[in-house]
């Protein structure tokens, strides 16, 4: 608030919005007839007084702005953290990835690489809001995996489209890469769900507290405005200040949609810090990426022991295709390599979003949601201090109550709309709600409830309504506590079994000739195990 007093012996002088009034306190005028202010004897002009008015509906807006700076920043940096950290967790875990399999795979990875390029492409895409299937879509990629691995492993054979499409259909009976996909799906579902909500939820967060920080005031609010704040001039005391609950009243009733935001926004709250929660333990995105390079290297390992029993009952249920040409390479197993494997370190890892885990985000953001509570309910409260408008509890009786120096009577109302009926100093229409602020709320409700399904594993854009209880489509379907197995699964470091490079038997051979890539297979599941060993 611009506002600049001088007393002298007889005079003393104002500057509103730069213009500057002078007050003789000795020329009283007793003919004014002001509309907002005491009547009588009076400093004041009536241009003055709606000057004033002007002036007390921007001190107004600019304090509501001023006391939700800290909270949409808090908002808005915390916001642009999480984003950044997760699509920087993404790249890293595809580079990590492509890195790790050129090493191990060489020239076959290589050549079917798109296969995990897509991958991380569609959770890049579902991460930043695309209609993406996240189950569906991992069963996809385990079945394009399939289909490539089928192909390379029975070279031999002529593999066609309508071929590829008959395996596709066994996948879920054959389990050709054990049980990773299944443990792998449940954990990357719940991982993405809950930090795509979450990040969701600090924007929704964010744009609420900035939409509702703009309060558009009511001719009613600005007038009891103009009576708080500039009245006492008129009456030649410019230095005593409002009584706090005189100051209150008013607040309460110009803030009176905006207290009705606090109850969606403290279920809002609570709900974040659940999902929060989540992002810390078991559904920590983190703990589920870093690892799922050696994750998948498992799988692939699983294919390769299983080749001759996975082709065996491919063929008995889709037939055996028709022979190839004899044109297969005959390089050896030190050819493919070209010395160019070695273990892969996980000191070699990049660290996401330079350095910062995932857990000190979470502790930070939760630490900054508690103390959000109540917020808009505690606004009338937080403008009436003595530092900012009123005189404080200590000055009952010097300080302005609206008429006159000396203490305020009526009872403080309490707060949101409802509430305002029989408040004293501003007018309030209790029947006609801020259909503004209620479009606020509306969106913290949808919020909330993604919140909520998140926490549970479910991505409510992807529920079967016709089984609302197994929770299908994307999500875990466990519906208050996950179980405990699949929990630690997100956590813990992976188990490689031991090695199986060993040689295939006559059987196997007749089945999968392709010597090269089994044996890199193998290979690299030993380099893996002695890694984590």
């Known amino acids: 608030m611009s506002l600049t007093l001088g007393l002298c012996t007889i005079n003393y002088t104002c500057r509103v919005n730069d213009i500057i009034y002078i007050f003789n306190l000795n020329e009283v005028s007793p003919c004014q007839h002001l509309r907002v202010c005491p009547q009588g004897n009076t400093c004041c002009t009536q241009e003055m007084e709606d000057t004033f008015g002007q002036q007390s509906k921007q001190d107004f807006e600019n304090l509501v702005d001023e006391m939700s700076h800290e909270l949409r920043s808090i908002l808005t940096s915390r916001h642009k953290r999480f984003d950044e950290f997760f ?3 993404l790249e890293n ?12 795979y060489g020239k076959p990875y290589m050549q079917n690489s798109e296969v995990f390029e897509n991958l991380f492409a569609e ?3 579902y991460y930043t809001g695309g209609n993406v299937n996240l189950e569906e879509m991992l069963n996809d990629f385990w079945s394009r995996l399939l289909e490539r691995m089928f192909t390379l492993l029975n070279s031999q054979y002529v593999i066609t489209e309508d071929y590829l499409e008959c395996i596709s259909k066994y996948t879920d009976q054959l389990k050709p890469f054990g049980d990773v996909p299944r443990k792998l799906k449940a954990q990357v579902t719940r991982a ?16 609420v507290a900035q939409r509702v920080s703009k309060v558009s005031s009511t001719p009613a609010c600005i007038r009891a405005l103009t009576k708080l704040l500039y009245c006492p001039f008129c009456q030649g005391m410019p230095t005593v200040k409002p009584c706090k609950n005189y100051c209150l009243n008013v607040m309460k009733g110009c803030l009176a949609n905006q207290a009705d935001l606090d109850p969606e926004w403290n279920q809002y709250i609570d709900a974040m810090l659940l999902v929060a929660q989540r992002l810390e333990g078991p559904f920590n995105i983190e703990s589920v990426m870093e ?8 799988a692939i390992m699983n294919m390769q022991e299983n080749s001759a029993q996975v082709t065996y009952r491919v063929f008995q249920g889709c037939g055996e295709p028709k022979p190839a040409g004899m044109t297969r390479s005959a390089r050896g197993v030190s050819d493919v390599f070209n010395a160019r ?19 000190r985000l979470v502790v930070d953001i939760k630490e900054k949601l508690k103390l959000s509570k109540k917020f808009w309910s505690n606004f009338p409260e937080a403008m009436c201090v003595e530092e900012r408008v009123t005189a404080g509890n200590a000055s009952d009786e010097e300080c302005w109550n609206g008429h006159t120096k000396g203490r305020y009577f009526p009872e403080v109302q309490k707060d949101g709309l409802t509430n305002q009926m029989n408040n004293p100093e501003v007018g309030v229409d209790i029947t006609r709600p801020d259909t503004f602020i209620r479009q606020q709320i509306m969106a913290l409700r949808v919020m909330t409830n993604k919140l909520k399904n998140a926490y549970n594993g479910n991505d409510i854009y992807f529920q079967d309504s016709s ?6 489509g994307s999500g875990s379907g466990c519906t208050e506590v996950c179980p405990t197995d699949m929990d630690g699964a997100a956590t813990e470091a992976p188990l490689v079994k031991a090695d199986r490079s060993g040689p295939l ?20 599941a030993l380099a893996v195990h002695r890694q984590w060993r």
């Open 87 to 89: 699509l920087e967790l």
């Open 93 to 104: 875990t595809e580079r990590s990835l492509n890195e790790m399999f050129v090493r191990t």
């Open 123 to 125: 959770l890049k895409r």
């Open 192 to 207: 993405f769900i809950a930090a795509r909500t979450f990040v969701q939820g600090l924007s929704v967060g964010k744009e």
């Open 291 to 298: 690892p799922i390079d050696v994750k998948i290297s498992e």
């Open 341 to 359: 494997f070695r273990p892969y370190s996980p000191d070699e890892r990049p660290t996401t979003a330079a350095g910062t885990s995932l857990d």
């Open 467 to 472: 089984d609302e209880g197994s929770g299908s």
């Open 505 to 524: 038997d006559d059987s196997a051979l007749l089945l999968a000739p392709s010597v090269a890539l089994p044996t890199m297979l193998a290979l690299s």
